[in-house]
């Protein structure tokens, strides 16, 4: 009896691998791009993004040339997004943009690709700011960059308000961002590294609430390298832009080299 047991799971094992091991079901086997976008739409409304993914990669993968491939490339931008793959949601909404440059949503995409990039307030309460990378600024000024090309290509976007204003958003806490570590370098006495700081908010944010700062550091850093011409040329223009400003008062009792300490005592009193 126990020789029979023996051959029986011999034959079951052997059976195994010989026609391997199972394969799960694929359940968009044989069915139509509608078909799927309208189960992935089921599964993204119930937030099960995992499953919503799924459908939409077998689908964008599997129907490549037809009408609702540009509709798979969007959704499952978004479904990545969702489910936080930055990275993977980033390079579908750009690979949207390449196949389909004419497509009537195209402002749409360059508005997401600056949603998928965009980080809220939340973020910037570590403005305290020692666990803020330039990796995150990097990520946040290719958000910024998004919303501008769409601001420059699509003018009278729906989305074009709301760009600006995050743009402005943006464009303010990076300049904050960058002073900081303008900041940080100051008292490190490392002049160079402080004056590319700030002049990189004065040439790229030109806009932003932070500029007044920014030529003010610049002024302190000139002082200290004695790079006397371009000191006097940057206080012209602080004199022309900012007359009547309360830092005023702090000129006039302390010398160039200290006014950047101005703004760095408010932060750090």
Not at 250 to 269: A, H, T
Request: glycine fraction near 2%; hydrophobic fraction near 40%; proline fraction near 3%.
């Amino acid at each position: 009896m126990k020789l029979i047991f023996s051959l029986i799971l011999s034959v079951m094992l052997s059976g195994c691998f010989i026609f391997g091991d199972p394969t799960e079901l694929d359940e968009t086997e044989g069915r139509s791009e509608q078909w799927i976008i309208n189960e992935a739409d089921f599964y993204a409304s119930s937030k099960d993004w995992p499953k919503a993914i799924s459908y939409l990669e077998k689908g964008e993968q599997r129907f490549p040339n037809s009408k609702l491939a540009p509709q798979f490339k969007l959704n499952l931008a978004y479904a990545y997004k969702e489910f936080y793959k930055t990275a993977e949601a980033t390079a579908m909404i750009n690979k949207f943009i390449r196949a389909h440059p004419n497509h009537p949503t195209m402002d749409y995409a360059y508005y997401f690709r600056g949603i998928i990039l965009f980080k809220d307030k939340g973020f910037f309460k570590k403005i305290v700011m020692q666990d803020i990378s330039d990796r995150d600024i990097q990520q946040l000024s290719q958000s910024f960059n998004a919303f501008k090309e769409l601001t420059r290509k699509f003018p009278k976007s729906k989305y074009y308000e709301d760009s600006v204003n995050r743009m402005t958003y943006l464009m303010n806490k990076i300049s904050e961002y960058e002073l900081h570590v303008a900041r940080f370098y100051m008292r490190r006495a490392a002049y160079v590294a402080a004056l590319n700081r700030a002049k990189f908010v004065i040439e790229n944010y030109n806009q932003s609430i932070h500029q007044e700062e920014a030529l003010v550091l610049m002024v302190s850093c000139y002082e200290h390298l004695g790079i006397e011409d371009l000191r006097i040329d940057t206080e012209r223009v602080l004199e022309k832009n900012y007359p009547n400003t309360k830092f005023n008062a702090q000129k006039i009792i302390n010398r160039k080299r200290e006014w950047w300490k101005f703004w760095d005592s408010l932060i750090n009193p």
